[in-house]
């Protein structure tokens, strides 16, 4: 029993962080031209505007949420003044709100791809999967925020914090329901799967855009 834990929710977890940290190297040495969003908007504007709108907020305020919620110690928070159970609101609400633009935006973008003719006809399925996979962990996500009201901060999160200071402890995760143990195990397979899929992208958002100094584009004297 112990041993299937240990195999669960500390050999896997690692196994797919190695290939995460593995596979983007080994990307970027042999195919640094396909690391690209291989954005298809030339093809399909309308239907994309929409699902790629609700999907990319939605997911990026999911993984700001998880971060925060996760990673930091609820003894932290209580000296903010936030108790757990201010916590577990906070993360319900905002996590149904973020849950349902990113699943939406996943399904929206899945049928896109699935049922417009131009995509069909681009068809790879690499996409295909990775759109299904994420659709996937998001509604077992959103899941578990509608229909699971349990406790993960003595439990799912200090597990998750054993596991990024490499002090593991998988028998945390004894207690938890199955709901809760399918979507961390599918969040894990699909971080060891995004190297080798468009996701690669994530790793080359365009900060300094914000940062950087206006570009004046000017006529030259003379021209109209
Ligand atoms: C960090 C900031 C991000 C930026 C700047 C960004 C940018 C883009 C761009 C330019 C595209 C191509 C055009 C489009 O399809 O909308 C795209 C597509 C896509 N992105 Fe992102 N993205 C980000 C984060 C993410 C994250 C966190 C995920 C998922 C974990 C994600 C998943 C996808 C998927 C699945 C597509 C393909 C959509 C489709 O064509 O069906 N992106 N992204």
């Given at each position: 029993?112990?041993?299937n834990y240990t195999l669960v929710f500390t050999v896997f977890p690692y196994l797919?962080?190695?290939?995460?940290?593995?596979?983007?190297?080994?990307?970027?040495?042999?195919?640094?031209?396909?690391?690209n969003a291989r954005s298809s908007e030339f093809l399909e504007k309308k239907a994309l505007?929409?699902?790629?709108?609700?999907?990319?907020?939605?997911?990026?305020?999911?993984?700001?949420?998880?971060a925060g919620g996760l990673l930091?110690?609820?003894?932290?928070?209580?000296?903010?003044?936030?108790?757990?159970?201010?916590?577990?609101e906070?993360?319900?609400?905002?996590g149904l709100a973020v849950g349902i633009a990113a699943f939406a935006g996943a399904l929206l973008l899945l049928k896109r791809r699935l049922t417009h003719s131009r995509m069909r006809a681009v068809y790879r399925l690499n996409d295909t999967v990775t759109i299904t996979a994420l659709a996937m962990v998001v509604g077992?996500?959103?899941?578990?925020?509608v229909f699971g009201h349990y406790n993960v901060l003595y439990s799912v999160a200090p597990w998750i914090r054993g596991i990024v200071t490499f002090t593991p402890d998988a028998m945390l995760m004894k207690a938890v329901p199955l709901s809760y143990k399918n979507h961390v195990i599918a969040d894990w397979a699909l971080l060891g799967f995004s190297p080798f899929s468009r996701l690669v992208?994530?790793?080359?958002?365009?900060?300094?855009?914000i940062f950087r100094a206006p570009i004046v584009f000017r006529r030259r004297a003379g021209q109209s």
């Open positions: 029993m112990e041993l797919c962080l190695a290939t995460f940290v593995v596979g983007h190297a080994y990307r970027y040495v042999t195919d640094r031209y396909g690391w505007f929409a699902g790629s709108v609700f999907f990319h907020w939605g997911i990026v305020f999911t993984f700001l949420g998880h930091m110690p609820q003894r932290i928070l209580d000296r903010f003044g936030i108790d757990s159970q201010t916590h577990m906070i993360a319900y609400w905002s077992a996500g959103l899941y578990n925020v992208h994530i790793w080359s958002a365009p900060l300094f855009y």
